[in-house]
């Protein structure tokens, strides 16, 4: 390419709070990245990823070659798992993986055939002639995810076209200590990542390429802006001085732009889209090589290993494969952690393998990361809050998730917090706080569930609540009806019975003669009774009209869909209420007339 | 290697509270030694005493309270609460008044309610005020004169037999002082007393500007943050700007600042953090309530020294203001204030 890049330098804002933990990056960015030999059988959980478990396409037994796929993406945030290499698949079962807990999951089995014979692969060159659908299809079926950390599915990111995206952040701060994983790479593979960096700003339609580093990187800095000159690629750089958490999405973010991702928002809100050198890389490589995401770059550091370094690593290779080809002394080592000393989690299993967000193995001396001591009380000096990157109160977070009072937390906004552990590197007490905020943030999670299912449960039940009362209610209207017209039919027979000479077939007559049949049907009706059952009947049809009128006070304030339902089947419970009575008065009238049945004749 | 289940993170700071506690009483000393030069050897009597009690008064309750004795211990915070009570106490009280004091603070205000950052008052400020109310003779008059030094077996014998103090030795504070005399006298007749020699108040303001300089190596380890001195300074000054205009009714700001417990109070005192307020803005608030309270109480009350009763007042409203002055987190519009969330 001939037309110069051009390549500015952009002021950086503040970001409050940090700290400045000893960095120990030069333990192995020194040595160029080598790559770890291929094991004999490697593991691939079907969820290396943010997101639904990707679904097996193959069965024990099959024959496949590298790169094929294994297991496909379900759902809109999955992705793909490929074969690293090509062999036999040997197994489908559960298996340990990398997880804080030691727990299994469902993995893939692979057993290397030593070929490592490539599937015919399909490069896109003129990517931008292709339809940006069809790119972005591409990345999915590539299984490309974010390789920072989380593992948020990579194509979705360009999907989401909720706002319209100016700007591409190149996140290449790597603030944790020990990782060189990105340095390495950027001095190494600075094109790849630049062209995976155009692909990306092509697909969302941005106008402007941006990179965040840390100055504590010179080297891949300069190589990063020899590369994009030598590419005749634009890009806007920001230096951002060696402070942890600075890699942080939302905090380089806000160090390169000055702006805050919106409490609950994403970076999109503010028209950016965030990419970690690594994943941008792989996504050079799906598009332009059509290679899905089967390695990657993991730096393997601490005093117990011999080789310190960044090695190129087969995806599902043991961890404790990747640690003895690197001269690991595991009688030295305390734990392994996998990720950095600030963020990452010491693996209770080594058999597990490594995965698409491995971007560390440190393996340190029980000297070099000491135990953790028994802490002090919390004295409220507030280093903590000045640590803060997130302007938390760290130490009211504290009180509040040791006592578990989770009103408060959320007071505090405990939700924000980022378990960045600045606070707790800071804290003179050394009071493990990230913990006490991950079980407040659990504790919070498991009670918000618990409302939702709360909520479901009082819908169901109100719901049939309603059904049977309207069952009921249609019973006792047919039972009305049904007494109505064996009234009717009575008074006809004995009308018809009496034969008046003298009765007329008019429509008065015939009316007075219901009603009196009526009557006498109803009085019939409570004949049967007895007055102590009336009584009862009516008490109960008063009570009825009394639950039925709180129930719907209730309902007027908490469920107001219910309101005209539960008002119908009050006015039929007081009209019941006032037959109840009248069925007594009539009853007590009957007793009377029994009592004196002179009146009978004289009437 | 085990398969240890540790979390994140796994590198900590080299902090720890006992470092904290040591930096304070380290930088205690220099006004320490220029009260001891200045006035008496009793300030170093105290403080010896002070100490001693302190730590058998702490080491009991938390034996008592089944608490690890050596751990506690070893923070040295019952140290700190000793030693800003040895400092605030008149250098010539009988010797029991200090031990009494420092049981006070020890036992009530700090292990009874539940021991080193449970306290919802400043402790040794506890014991001070209790003893300021409760024996208000000893507290007042036995302040040593700058140009009058007894000797080491006099203060010795003023502290342990209850040998009645040789006139001159003792007197009033300056802000006392100027505080009575000044509602009968001119300015330049009030200032024409011994206690107003030297720069300020002979003594005083030396060790007012040592006092200061201890918290200015406080701020500089990042052990405390500016808010605190600053605003309660701030208030201090303002208050008496507005106030204090005429030397001849109410007592200037130089005597405000330098004459009293005002940088002791604004540096180590109104910093301890657990009775504080938390935030930087609430910190600001809080010290500003002190500040302002200081200038009230000493002229209006009847105490010529306020810090005390004023760190006491805002230790109340410590918690209320930490409630209206959290600071806006990452991402959002404002602020949640208050004690509801939205």
Known sequence: MTTLAAIATDKVFALKGGIHPQERKTLSNTTPITEVPLPSVLILPLAMHLGAPADPVVTVGMTVRKGDVLATAVGGISAAVHAPTSGRICAIEDRVIAHESGLSAPCILLEA????????????????????????????????????????????????????????????AECEPYITADDRLMRERADEILQGANIAKHLLGASTIRLGIEDNKPQALTAMREAAKRLGIDMRVSVVATKYPSGGERQLIQLVTGQEVPRGGLPSDLGIVCQNVGTLASIYRAIQLDEPLISRVTTVTGE???????????????????????????????????????????????????????????????????????????????????????????????????????????????????????????????????????????????????????????????????????????KEARRKARAKAAADARAAKAEAGSGEPDAQDDAIKAAMARAK???AGAAQATADLSRVDLEKALELAATKVKKANERLIVAEQESPDMVPALRKALTKLEEKHRSAQAALESAAQGTRDAADPKKDTDS | MSGLNLTSPHVTGRLSVSWVMGWVLLTLVPGWIVLIVSFSVGYAINMVLALLTALLAE??????????????????SALVTAALLALALPPLAPWWLTVLGTMIAIVFAKQLFGGLGHNPFNPAMVAYALLLVSLPLYMTTRWASPDFTLS??????????????????????????????????????????????????????????????????????RIITWHIPVSLLGGLGIMALLFSGDADVRTPIDLHLFAGATMLGAFFIATDPVSAATSNRGKLVYGLGIGVLIYLIRTWGNYPDAVAFAVLLMNFAAPLIDHYTRPRVYGHDKPVKGFKND
């Open chain 2, 59 to 76: 080491a009991l309750l938390l034996a008592w309270r089944g608490r690890p004795v050596v751990f506690f211990l070893k923070d040295l």
């Open chain 2, 152 to 221: 080491i077996a006099d203060t010795l014998a003023v502290i342990f037999t209850g040998q009645t103090p040789i006139d001159g030795a003792t007197g009033a504070t300056p802000l006392d002082v100027y505080k009575l005399d000044i509602s009968r006298l001119t300015s330049t007749e009030v200032l024409q007393s011994p206690v107003f020699g030297g720069w300020v108040a002979e003594g005083w303001d030396v060790a007012n500007l040592a006092f200061l300089a201890g918290g200015a190596v406080l701020l500089w380890k």
């Open chain 1, 304 to 474: 117990a290993v011999d080789a310190p370094g960044n090695y190129e690593v087969r995806i599902g290779t043991p961890i404790e494969t990747v640690l003895n080809q690197t001269g690991v002394h595991l009688k030295k080592a305390d734990r392994v952690i996998m990720g950095g000393p600030m963020m990452g989690f010491a693996l209770p299993d080594i058999t597990a393998p490594l995965v698409k967000t491995t971007n560390c193995l440190l393996v340190p001396t029980r000297k070099e990361l000491p135990r953790p001591m028994p802490d002090n009380p919390c004295i409220r000096c507030g280093l903590c809050e000045q640590a803060c990157p997130v302007n938390l109160l760290p130490q009211q977070l504290f009180w509040a998730s040791k006592h578990r009072d989770l009103d408060a937390a959320e007071l505090h906004s405990i939700n924000d917090c980022i378990e960045c552990g600045a606070c707790a590197y800071v804290c003179p007490s050394r009071i493990p706080l990230v913990q006490y905020y991950r079980y407040a943030k659990g504790e919070l999670r498991n009670e918000q569930e618990e409302q939702i299912k709360a909520e479901r449960a009082r819908t169901r039940f109100e719901a049939r609540q309603a059904r049977l009362d309207k069952e009921r209610l249609e």
């Open chain 1, 517 to 519: 049949a009526k009557k």
């Open chain 1, 113 to 172: 055939d030593g070929e490592d014979d490539w599937r015919e692969r399909h490069p896109i060159l003129n990517w931008r002639e292709q339809p940006v659908d069809e790119l972005i299809q591409r990345l999915r079926d590539s299984g490309v995810v974010g390789q920072g950390g989380a593992g948020f599915p990579t194509d979705v990111k360009y999907r989401n076209k909720h706002k319209p995206i100016t700007t591409l952040l190149i996140n290449a």
